[in-house]
């Protein structure tokens, strides 16, 4: 009998192993992985599942088989059998899951000592949440930009902190997340490795329109990357041109409906045919002029159903006069 419960065991500790193994060489449950931190947390993800996979069979296959072989057989009213206990058993059920936990500390702790180590020169990209919606600006290159580009395998250090209120800046397919709050700094370093369009979310409860507060992280090569600094840095000779322009560098994407722009944001009005009925808004207002109080005294005109404090209410010192000019006309002419 005794020869029996061995053989179990060990046919358990095999059929363990092997199901421990295909999960965690098989089963994904997280995001496309698109930069090299993620990479080094999905494989220490996949290291715990697969040792769970093991525990978890092993501990349910022991139990079923102490349910089945030690089961009150029919017509047996006797009492069982007094156990004592058995030293050598405690002693390996304590040890082994001691050692398993230790073995899973330090991994765990060299993965994320790895993840979160500094890189050498990175390029840095200075995250501003507000309520909502994101702001990306790239101090080495002078620019801002609602959308987050990004050249693929060049290490990025974000800088990330709120105007408003705590924000979480999660970046699904990076497998990173970091809060964003009021008057503090927070960093970490990321190395895109795929090239691809891939959400940005806040991951904090930030208020009625944290579900809106979305957009995206860009990732190219370091040429389409350069492309796209290019065309940033220097506005088109056409207006039309230049205000579409203008309208995503300040993040107005983010938050309102513009088709000509591509913007489909929730949290602000939409925008749509906003010049041919802007002039009629307010009484001795033109179009334009209604436009750019709008821009530069967010509280001046509330739309109804709409709250307040959602626009930002610094435009007016980040805006130059001569890209607020070619904004205003390019909404004017929507």
Request: with cysteine.
């Amino acid at each position: 009998m005794k020869g029996r419960a061995v053989l179990v065991v060990s046919i358990l500790f095999v059929v363990a192993l092997v199901c421990g193994y295909l999960v965690a060489a098989n089963v994904n449950l997280l995001p496309e992985v698109a930069s090299t931190r993620g990479e080094l947390m999905q494989r220490l993800f996949n290291y715990l599942l697969g040792a769970a996979t093991v525990v978890f069979v092993l501990v349910e296959g022991l139990l079923a088989y102490s349910v089945l072989r030690f089961r009150r057989r029919p017509g047996d009213d006797g009492e069982g059998a007094a156990i004592h206990g058995n030293t050598g058993l405690e002693v390996f059920w304590t040890a082994i899951p001691a050692l398993l936990v230790v073995v899973i500390a330090v991994y765990s702790f060299r993965t994320l000592s790895a993840g979160e180590a500094a890189s050498e020169r990175p390029m840095v990209v200075e995250v501003i949440g507000r309520q909502f919606a994101w702001e990306f600006r790239y101090p080495e290159q002078g620019l801002t930009s609602s959308d987050l580009h990004l050249p693929v395998g060049t290490p990025v250090r974000f800088e990330i902190t709120s105007e408003d209120v705590i924000h979480s800046f999660w970046v699904p397919n990076f497998l990173a997340k970091r809060d964003a709050t009021p008057g503090q700094v927070s960093e970490f370093d990321v190395t895109p490795s795929e090239v691809g369009v891939f959400p940005v979310r806040c991951a904090e409860l930030c208020g009625p329109g944290h579900a809106a507060m979305v957009s995206q992280v860009i990732v190219e090569s370091p040429e389409a990357f350069e492309a796209w600094i290019e065309r940033m840095a220097n506005l088109p000779s056409d207006p039309t041109e230049a205000g579409r322009l203008l309208f995503g560098r300040y993040g107005c994407t983010g938050c309102h409906v513009l088709a000509d722009a591509g913007a489909s944001g929730l949290v602000g009005p939409s925008l749509e045919g906003l010049g041919a009925r802007a002039g009629e808004t307010v009484p001795g207002l033109d179009a334009e002029a209604y436009l750019r109080q709008s821009i530069l005294e967010p509280k001046a005109h509330i739309v109804p159903t709409f709250l307040e404090n959602i626009m930002p209410a610094d435009f007016a010192s980040r805006i130059p006069p001569q890209e607020l000019d070619l904004l205003v006309t390019y909404l004017a002419g929507r």
